[in-house]
């Protein structure tokens, strides 16, 4: 699954994503600048955030409620395209995502 990140400086990097793994870990594994991902995925940092800027052919999974509520409390201004990376796990269906890394996760 190809996700495109659009780090701070503006440059592009794309990640091939294994079925499964969600868009922070593998982030984090690539040493991405931007994407801290503090907690490990349990949804308690808010240190993933991302802007979605162009989804693939597939839909995002849903926010759900938990979320929807940490969302409130990312560092960077909060966005209706404002998602944690850590909720999306990557499937065939998301290739072709482009997120945007926010100017600051803490
Ligand atoms: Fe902590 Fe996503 S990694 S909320």
Known sequence: TDVTFI???GSRRTLD????TSV???AVMENLKGIDGECGGCLSCATCHVYVEA???GALPPMDEEENALL??????????SRL???ILAT???SGLVLRVPERQV
């Open 72 to 81: 409130d409390g990312v560092a960077a201004e909060r966005r209706p395209e």
């Open 7 to 9: 780090l701070r400086d």
């Open 92 to 94: 065939p269906g998301l």
């Open 17 to 20: 994503i294994a079925e499964g």
């Open 24 to 26: 922070m870990q593998a």
């Open 85 to 87: 990376s850590c909720q």
């Open 55 to 57: 989804i693939g052919t």
